[in-house]
């Protein structure tokens, strides 16, 4: 229902990309109930909305159910003949540029959370690494869809965030075992578990897509081929969390091959039609849905001011790590690939994190660390999403200009 009224008032008043609309006006709200709280000390409005937010369980929703449908009907409209010219940045920024990442947003964090008097423990600081370095496939979409990049450039960004996001959330999960003392790290145990869970994800991807394509194949009804692709993702999914392989990477993969070869070569136009048109609108509603959430989940954050600067710090490194491990790779492959001037500055300010790091900070348990890491990503996301998000295509057409100006110089 809220996410029916605010759209309503950004579509008719507001006119702001949906995804930025609806975050927006979610924090505002936010804000609005707290200062109530604030003003009349006697209220418990704010306890109410709390209390609701944790009944949603904003993890379990998205982890375990929002993210396949969305992964899916994204990688469902990426162009694989264009990916796949950007497979190299892809392979490289999704798993090499997650990892240094993680280090240098760790080392750093520990950093920022000592000057401002809320020392973490390092491994803690890598947890936040992990967690904040992948950008979000969900966010990134919703803005690749309104900023006018060539092609293969966008099906690189969202190859490599439907990607990174996989084998961040394994990076996550192997550093968060160690912080809680459940595990001992070990680069082989740990290089087994990435292995495992983003090397059985592609193949179980594969295997479900593949089982979907031949059977969208041999028949001829639109129904009956839109609830195979659902069954792929609720079936898939689950399936992929119970023999502990990478449930996203499944989902990307499935998705890219039933939207490129299945959607070619299994279906009529009448189905093709209505598939598509069907997962552009779950899309559609679900990123609303999401987006609104994230907005809301500012009144989660705890109201210590320190928490809000380190918040604040946190946002330009998370963008100059973002600019290294980004910027060094494309650097190195440039004698044999080039994506054109335009993606070192789309990949680093339309690298947009947003509901999965989020997600993966609410699964903190309580504790010192949870607050201090659940706050600093909230900030760090709502930046991505308003400001990042809202900005990226002015940046990509100044550039452009720019370079169609410097052509004109150099004719004349």
């Avoid at 993680?102 to 520990?110: D, E, H, K, M, S």
């Avoid at 594969?206 to 609830?227: C, H, K, N, P, Q």
Wanted: aromatic share 6%.
């Amino acid at each position: 229902m809220l996410a029916a009224v605010l759209g309503y008032i950004n579509h008719r008043f507001l006119g702001l990309p949906s995804s930025i609309g609806l975050t927006l006006m979610g924090a505002l709200a936010s804000l609005l109930v707290i200062g109530v709280d604030r003003l009349l000390p006697g209220s418990q409005l704010s306890g109410a909305v709390t209390d609701f937010l944790k009944s949603i369980d904003f993890h379990t929703v998205l982890m375990d159910g929002m993210l396949s449908f969305l992964l899916f009907a994204g990688a469902l409209h990426v162009d694989w003949f264009e990916m796949r010219k950007g497979r190299w940045p892809i392979l490289v920024l999704s798993t090499i540029g997650v990892l240094v990442s993680t280090v240098i947003i760790g080392a750093g964090f520990r950093l920022l959370t000592t000057l401002i008097g809320l020392p973490l423990p390092l491994i803690w600081c890598f947890v936040f690494g992990a967690l904040i370095s992948p950008t979000d496939p969900v966010a990134v979409m919703a803005v690749l869809k309104r900023a006018a990049v060539p092609p293969t450039l966008q099906a690189t960004v969202a190859g490599e965030s439907l990607f990174n996001d996989g084998v961040g959330v394994v990076v996550f999960a192997i550093l968060l075992s160690v912080a809680l003392g459940t595990d001992s790290f070990s680069v082989g145990h740990a290089a087994g578990d990435f292995l495992r869970e983003a090397g059985g994800g592609l193949l179980l991807g594969l295997a479900i897509g593949w089982t979907a394509f031949r059977a969208m194949e041999s028949i001829d009804d639109y129904i009956v081929e839109v609830m195979i692709s659902l069954a792929v993702v609720m079936g898939g999914y689950s399936l992929a969390h119970v023999i502990h392989t990478s449930g996203p990477v499944a989902m990307a993969v499935a998705g890219l091959l039933i939207g490129n070869h299945g959607v070619a070569h299994a279906m009529s136009d009448v189905t093709r039609d209505h598939l598509l048109k069907f997962w552009s609108l779950i899309d559609e509603i679900l990123n609303a849905v999401l987006f609104l959430l994230i907005g809301l989940e500012v009144i989660a954050i705890a109201g210590d001011i320190r928490l809000v600067i380190l918040g604040a710090l946190a946002i330009p490194l998370v963008i100059a790590v973002r600019a290294v491990s980004v910027g060094l790779p494309l650097l190195g492959m440039r004698p044999w690939l080039s994506l054109g001037r335009l993606a070192l500055p789309t990949l680093i300010w339309g690298g947009l994190r947003g509901g999965i790091s989020i997600a993966l900070a609410l699964s903190l348990p309580d504790g010192p660390a949870r607050t201090i890491v659940l706050a600093a990503t909230y900030i760090v996301v709502l930046f991505a999403v308003i400001v990042q998000g809202g900005t990226i295509g002015a940046l990509i057409e100044h550039i452009k200009t720019a370079e169609e100006l410097g052509r004109i110089n150099a004719r004349t």
